[in-house]
């Protein structure tokens, strides 16, 4: 499937991602290959087939409901690019409309 | 003997047994390596003076009579994919240069429990993704083998680092191969376990269906030992399986005789497989036989879809899993100019634009793409569906047999720089690799000789869940035969 400069933007959009203007071209050809390269799998009949998101079987292991020590405060923080020592700070989510 | 040649395992023996100190072990080794690390570059970071200290208190405690497990005062070489607490973890990425975990990775742990003694931190793709450890922040790894050529990835560090005889045993990650190709590259063995055999609890995740622990050697025996320490279940990992781990080094030596080992046609007989890895299998079968095992062809049919279906699964798990990567909690941030969207959401899409680097930007695209409206049911849901035929093949080929045998890679290493631009081509290296993650089964890289040109070539055996005693016990049969001949990369001093 060949992918337009437009799709990029739009997955790009999804993903949280920015690419420069000047490469998205070919960007948009190479994703594209990558695309119709997976594209393979429609040859094989799935028909019926359970998919498979997990290797395991799994059950749930439970363990004696006691209370274990999480992180502190600080050092919840203390990777934080900016904090105020209580909270993480980020640039502001709304703006005033001028 | 020097050091760098005796296995983890007499290492541990003769600092138990006191006749060498875990100190002068641990020097030795950091000594090597930081001659060796400028043309290998396998570290990332070294903490010496923390190795040291750390060989002290191991030395102090069996002065004392204290007895420790088998690896006690051994060094040991970690991926920076697993957590220290308080020590840096970046995978390789600028969005974790300065990110220093507030806990320790329960695989690392039980290391550290264990008596081991880390080095330092071992180079890899970043965040994993890759096969050639040449997409990380901190450059290249080069093959001591031959340095213009690529250790693997994306434990290619931890490979490389066993290669040139820097650490007896190294510890990495295998998402879609990514310890066994280093391995089969640079001449080690290296073991992904069953899914769920050892914790990821502090394993950077990637693809968590997928992702597992897995430990690298000179020796099959170290790697035994290594698992007796790794394996277990982690009440903080709720995918970790709660059955009991063997005693792997107790099972090794059992007979082969009457083992059905299987040979996947789709593999052996494969047109990208080089000449001189279709050698080392056959001369592996050849082995096997003189050992009584019986050999049986066994097929894997949908071997072909097997990358297709990774490269949807996996960076369909990566896309969500990254998605934490947003300059607020932890990691790198830059601030964007806001223009329709917000100053917060124009932090965070210039904060993981700028902080990732480009294999794993495009695998973030291709994972949210293959998740999108209108592709999720032709993409996702339909990968989901060929893996679960991909285990089915799996199932009715150990129905037949015990273990299967066949190539790790299909040709030996490749030189720096020549897949880097096509990631088609890239991904296509790890054909042989993927069906293990996929199906959730172990899967083992032993080296099997070199090849003309002088490179290592490997062979993989793989087995049902729960079976890595067996094929650590086939390995390590293969190894006293002589298949396998643990050696230093020629011409490393």
Redesign the interface.
């Known amino acids: 499937m060949e992918l337009s400069r437009d799709d990029v933007l739009q997955v790009a959009g999804l993903a949280k991602l920015e690419f420069p203007e000047a490469e998205l071209d070919a960007f948009a050809v190479q994703l594209g290959k990558i695309v119709t390269f997976v594209e393979q799998l429609s040859e094989v009949d799935t028909a019926g087939v359970e998919p498979m998101a997990h290797p395991l079987d799994l059950h749930s292991a439970k363990r004696a409901d006691v209370l274990v020590a999480g992180l502190s405060h600080a050092q919840a923080l203390a990777n934080a690019p900016k904090s105020d020592g209580e909270f993480f700070l980020v640039p502001p989510v709304l703006v005033k409309k001028p | 003997m020097k050091l760098e040649h005796l296995s983890a395992v007499e290492l541990g023996r003769k600092i138990a047994s006191r006749e060498l100190s875990s100190r002068e072990v641990t020097a030795h080794f950091l000594k090597r390596t930081e001659a060796a690390n400028a043309s290998i570059n396998a570290f990332v970071r070294l903490t010496g003076d923390e190795a040291l200290q750390r060989a002290e208190g191991i030395d102090a405690r069996l002065a004392c009579g204290e007895s420790l497990g088998p690896l006690a005062g051994v060094p040991v070489g970690i991926k920076d994919i697993l957590c220290m607490s308080g020590e840096l973890t970046t995978c390789c990425s600028r969005m974790l240069e ?3 975990s ?2 320790t990775a329960t695989a690392l742990q039980q290391l550290l429990d264990a008596g081991l003694v880390p080095i330092g931190k071992n180079n890899m793709d970043e965040f994993a993704m890759g096969g050639s450890t040449e997409t990380g922040v901190h450059g290249v790894t080069r093959n001591p083998w031959d340095v213009a050529r690529t250790a693997g990835g994306s434990s290619g560090g931890c490979a490389a680092a066993l290669a040139a005889g820097m650490v007896p045993l190294a510890i990495g990650t295998d998402t879609g191969g990514s310890v066994r190709q280093p391995a089969a590259f640079c001449g080690v063995v290296g073991l992904k376990p069953t ?2 055999r050892v914790s990821r609890y502090g394993l950077i995740a990637f693809a968590s ?1 997928l992702d597992q622990v897995g430990p690298l050697a000179h020796y099959v025996e170290d790697i035994a030992a290594c698992m007796e320490s790794l394996a277990g ?1 982690d ?1 903080r990992d ?5 059955t009991p781990v063997p005693q792997y080094t107790a099972e090794l030596g059992a007979s082969l005789k009457g083992l059905k080992v299987g040979v996947v046609r789709e593999h052996v007989d494969h047109p990208a497989l080089d000449d001189s890895i279709r050698l080392a299998v056959a001369r592996a079968q050849e082995t096997l036989q003189s050992l009584g095992a019986e050999l049986i062809d066994v097929h894997l049919p ?1 071997t ?2 097997s990358v ?2 990774y ?2 699964v996996a960076p369909c798990e990566a ?1 969500g899993n990254l ?1 934490r990567y ?8 830059k ?2 100019e ?1 223009g329709a969207s ?9 904060s ?2 700028a902080g ?1 680097g480009d294999e794993v ?2 695998r ?3 994972g ?3 998740l ?1 409206t209108g592709y999720y049911e ?2 996702y ?9 991909i ?1 089915n093949d799996y199932e009715q080929a150990f129905g037949q047999v015990d273990v299967v045998l066949g190539p790790v890679t299909p040709t030996t290493a490749f030189k720096i720089g020549e897949k880097i631009n096509d ?2 081509q890239m ?1 296509l290296e790890d054909l042989f690799t993927v069906g293990a993650n ?4 172990p899967g083992l890289a032993l080296p099997a000789g070199a090849c003309p040109s002088g490179l290592p070539t490997a062979i993989q055996l793989q087995g049902p869940a729960l079976g890595e005693a067996r094929l650590l016990n086939v390995a390590y049969q293969l190894q006293q035969s002589g298949l396998h001949q643990p050696s230093l990369a020629a011409g490393v001093a």
């Open positions: 300065n990110f220093r507030p806990y899914y769920g269906s279940h009440p709720s995918t970790s399986l709660d949908h072909a879809y297709a279906t490269y949807i896309s998605e947003e300059g607020v909690h932890y990691g790198f941030r601030l964007g806001a917000s100053p917060l959401d124009a932090m965070i899409a210039r993981r634009s990732f930007k495009r973030i695209m291709l949210t793409f293959a999108s032709s993409y849901k339909k990968a989901l569906q060929v893996r679960r035929l285990a990631p088609v991904y996929l199906a959730g089964l």
